[in-house]
């Protein structure tokens, strides 16, 4: 793809450092040689301006290298003004030193040629290092002279350079012909050679480090003057009679990393994906006003393969896109890094899972919160292979902080592109998008997550992700913060079947307070409840009786009209289809509403009973999206027909009743769960530090099938919620008020109710879910879910399932 770039886009660019390549000739040194003492390091690849100069250990005088001349251990290499040094090693990381710098390679194989460790002793100057492609975790290593401090490099470009007296490392990204299995890209700093003891570290592009008298300072983000100086440190004039094209040979990436290194004629030493980076760099200083005759007007730049998009590339990319949108899912090695004031340390390893979608039509990343995610999951190790981990450590309130973050971190416009590239940082990771292969574009995601908690301690934690391909449409699930380990493999969920036998069980469960995820993202009140039918012997989730039912009440001022959605989890699905070869299905694939918009169900370990989490963002007909995560268990008792009723079929039902009954109660009925008729239902109130306070709720709804209302009369709710070790205690009681059948949800036997339904202001909305049952049929037993508040600032929920209908009005008083 060929765009034109604007001035500002191609000084940018001029980080990408243009060379003088001479000829080279074979040289018969050998990388990684066991037969030497002194094996070779790399090569010279450019050797430009006047003053280069190389020193070998056991020599006193300095020389200038021809390019392509050999390098090993313990050779010192200088350059003077107007000049640079390229040295290509032979593990395919490459140092590009600024005019003035001075540097000796102290190591890089040992005597056996087996131990792959660089360290490079920096004197002064600067110089700008890719990671190769044998690159090791931690095996690079940088000594800064007279400092103390030592710099650990893995998989990463960074670029060192002295400025005012101080040395600033600048972290630029990741290497190519990376994975988002691989190692991440990290720039560590230690001091006095205590490896274990690291002072800071560099994890996301365009943060830096500052090192002087003090020590090393703390990462941060790189301004643009700064970014100036340190790129302007590259580039010099270039000498007169030096030329002005960069002729590289060969590309070693299709020869053997033996070969290359060797000098090979053919391949003449080089990497032309080296001449792909300085091709289009500006190599003169900015002309002053009144030398030229007039603007200037830069060529157009090619974009080659896996350079970062200019904006007004990405511009052209996105106009010329006949899909939407388009997202990205990968999962990647995570780490956990826990400082209590001491120094990071890793505490724990296990993946990330980031689903990122692109607006094209927008040009917006991450248009609406938790339609993209990023989420860590450290009850696992080994994101080719998930397996628990026995050392899971991971606080609920860390997890609940980073859900803060990522709601923050939604609706990124293009146009906030770093320095008019396509590079987007935010709280919780660093977007990046790429040129690929065949006008299509590539995504790198840098996680960098930190959250501290109350007493102090900051959690990081961090994943990278590179070259991962944009799907079209905008992705299936939806954030979660259930543990993986906890989730079922597909062999485990045969084998429970098989314990169990062929047949179907049900998992219900509910959740109070949901969250709106369009535009600002906001907790409102409200209450969704599911239920999903596991079949064992069909091998299936979802399908039957399945469904999710939610309700938001008025006061949310959300169209300013209660909100009551009933959505069919209508599509059996095989156990086969679960992500990562676990029972983790996406929720879109049980549903054919669309206002299933994204979302999960896993199924669990249960300990001999079912059990499962589903989180889900819905929608409804008003255009509201709403999104609650929630945990369902097996119903007991209720194998058989569970199906929700329908207005229809409960018209008519009293005869039906009373005959089942053999009353003759006239047309009022209750649903009546209490102390005195059978188990309370559950209540929980979850105080504003997080604490959960438990109790029980007891609730007699009437219904009237000759007015056709349910409520009214005697109906009342009863909650009582009690910790005296926690000093608390809440007793509310309120009378429920009666709703025409005409206000059920689709015609079904679901009804939504808000606080203004209830005698009383604790009440915020109440879900009502009849089901049909086969004694006595339509209406035979009810789901009630509710949420309320204490009045202090504490969320509380109650629910009773399965309540029996019963002769009789609830009685007065």
């Given at each position: 793809m060929k765009y034109p770039v604007s001035r500002s886009a191609f000084l940018t660019a001029s980080s990408m450092i243009?060379?003088?390549?001479?000829?080279?000739?074979?040289?018969?040194?050998?990388?990684?040689?066991?037969?030497?003492?002194?094996?070779?390091?790399?090569?010279?690849?450019?050797?430009?301006?006047?003053?280069?100069?190389?020193?070998?250990?056991?020599?006193?005088?300095?020389?200038?290298?021809?390019?392509?001349?050999?390098?090993?251990?313990?050779?010192?290499?200088?350059?003077g003004d107007a000049s640079h040094l390229q040295l290509k090693l032979c593990d395919w990381s490459t140092y590009t030193f600024s005019p003035n710098s001075d540097a000796t390679i102290n190591e890089f194989y040992d005597a056996a040629g087996a131990g792959r460790r660089r360290a490079v002793n920096f004197v002064r100057g600067g110089f700008r290092f890719a990671s190769g492609r044998d690159t090791e975790p931690g095996s690079t290593e940088i000594e800064l002279q007279d400092t103390g401090v030592t710099m650990g490099v893995r998989g990463?470009?960074?670029?060192?350079?002295?400025?005012?007296?101080?040395?600033?490392?600048?972290?630029?990204?990741?290497?190519?012909?990376?994975?988002g299995l691989s190692p991440r890209g990290l720039v560590d700093f230690w001091t006095d050679d205590n490896r274990n003891a690291i002072t800071a570290s560099l994890k996301r592009p365009g943060f830096a480090v500052r090192i002087d008298d003090n020590g090393v300072s703390l990462p941060f983000r790189a301004d643009d003057d700064l970014l100036r100086r340190i790129y302007q440190a590259?580039?010099?004039?270039?000498?007169?009679?030096?030329?002005?094209?960069?002729?590289?040979?060969?590309?070693?990436?299709?020869?053997?990393?033996?070969?290359?290194?060797?000098?090979?004629?053919?391949?003449?030493?080089?990497?032309?994906?080296?001449?792909?980076?300085?091709?289009?760099?500006?190599?003169?200083?900015?002309e002053t006003p009144g030398e030229s005759e007039g603007p200037i007007v830069p060529p157009p730049v090619v974009i080659e393969v896996g350079e970062i998009l200019p904006l007004d590339a990405l511009e052209d990319f996105a106009a010329a896109q006949t899909a939407v949108d388009g997202h990205i899912f990968a999962i990647a090695d995570a780490q956990l890094f826990v400082d209590n004031g001491t120094g990071a340390q890793l505490e724990d390893e296990g993946v990330a899972i980031v689903q990122l979608t692109v607006d094209w039509a927008s040009r917006t990343i991450a248009p609406e919160a938790l339609a993209s995610f990023v989420v860590f999951d450290f009850s696992v190790t080994d994101a080719s292979q998930i397996t628990p981990d026995e050392d899971f450590f991971f606080p609920d309130e860390i997890g609940k902080a980073y859900l803060d973050q990522m709601i923050a971190d939604g609706a990124i416009p293009f146009s906030v592109g770093e320095n008019d590239f396509a590079v987007f940082p935010t709280q919780i990771y660093t977007f990046t998008i790429r040129q690929g292969a065949n006008d299509t574009v590539t995504v790198d995601v840098d996680v960098d997550a930190s959250v501290t908690d109350q007493?102090?301690?900051?959690?990081?934690?961090?994943?990278?992700?590179?070259?991962?391909?944009?799907?079209?449409?905008?992705?299936?699930?939806?954030?979660?913060?259930?543990?993986?380990?906890?989730?079922?493999?597909?062999?485990?969920?045969?084998?429970?079947?098989?314990?169990?036998?062929?047949?179907?069980?049900?998992?219900?469960?509910?959740?109070?307070?949901?969250?709106?995820?369009?535009?600002?993202?906001?907790?409102?009140d409200g209450i969704m409840a599911a239920q999903i039918e596991l079949d064992y012997g069909n091998r299936t989730i979802g399908g039957g009786d399945s469904y999710i039912a939610f309700t938001s009440p008025a006061s949310n001022e959300i169209g300013g009209a209660t909100i009551t959605n009933y959505i069919g989890l209508d599509q059996a699905v095989s156990f086969d289809t679960g992500l990562f070869d676990l029972a983790f299905f996406p929720i879109n694939s049980l549903s054919s509403d669309p206002d299933v918009l994204k979302g999960q169900a896993l199924v669990a370990d249960g300990e001999g009973m079912g059990y499962a989490d589903i989180a889900a963002l819905l929608g409804d007909s008003g255009g509201?999206?709403?999104?609650?995560?929630?945990?369902?268990?097996?119903?007991?008792?209720?194998?058989?027909?569970?199906?929700?009723?329908?207005?229809?079929?409960?018209?008519?039902?009293?005869?039906?009743?009373?005959?089942?009954?053999?009353?003759?109660?006239?047309?009022?009925?209750r649903y009546e769960q209490t102390q005195f008729t059978g188990q309370p239902g559950d209540a929980i109130v979850t105080l504003p530090n997080g604490l959960p306070i438990f109790g029980t709720s007891e609730i007699s709804l009437d219904i009237n099938f000759g007015n056709r209302t349910i409520g009214g009369g005697g109906s009342f709710v009863f909650v009582d919620v009690e910790d005296p070790l926690a000093n608390y205690s809440l007793t509310l009681f309120e009378g429920i008020n009666a709703i025409s059948f005409d206000d059920a949800t689709e015609g079904l036997g679901v009804f939504g109710l808000d606080a203004e339904d209830f005698a009383g202001n604790n009440i915020n909305s109440m879900l009502i879910l009849l089901h049909d049952g086969q004694t006595v049929g339509p209406g035979e037993n009810a789901d009630i879910y509710f949420d309320f508040t204490d009045g202090a600032d504490g969320a509380g929920e109650g629910v009773i399932e399965s309540i029996p209908i019963r002769a009789g009005a609830t009685p007065q008083g």
């Open positions: 243009a060379f003088v390549a001479l000829s080279v000739s074979a040289n018969a040194a050998k990388c990684f040689d066991k037969n030497t003492d002194n094996p070779k390091a790399g090569n010279a690849t450019a050797v430009v301006g006047p003053i280069v100069d190389l020193r070998s250990e056991d020599e006193s005088e300095f020389s200038r290298p021809e390019n392509g001349a050999d390098l090993f251990s313990g050779d010192h290499v200088r350059t990463t470009n960074v670029i060192l350079v002295e400025l005012d007296g101080a040395i600033y490392a600048l972290l630029e990204g990741p290497i190519r012909e990376n994975s590259f580039v010099p004039a270039v000498p007169e009679g030096e030329g002005s094209d960069t002729d590289y040979a060969g590309n070693p990436v299709n020869e053997s990393g033996q070969g290359a290194q060797e000098g090979d004629p053919a391949s003449n030493t080089s990497n032309d994906l080296a001449q792909n980076e300085d091709e289009g760099t500006d190599q003169y200083p900015t007493q102090g301690t900051t959690y990081n934690g961090t994943a990278m992700l590179t070259d991962l391909q944009v799907l079209p449409g905008s992705g299936d699930l939806a954030y979660f913060e259930f543990p993986l380990a906890n989730v079922l493999t597909i062999d485990d969920l045969d084998m429970a079947g098989m314990q169990r036998g062929p047949g179907a069980i049900l998992l219900r469960g509910s959740g109070a307070g949901m969250l709106t995820t369009l535009g600002v993202p906001t907790v409102v509201n999206h709403f999104y609650r995560e929630f945990e369902l268990f097996e119903a007991f008792g209720l194998l058989g027909s569970n199906a929700v009723s329908t207005i229809a079929g409960l018209e008519g039902q009293s005869g039906l009743i009373e005959s089942a009954f053999d009353v003759a109660q006239g047309t009022t009925f």
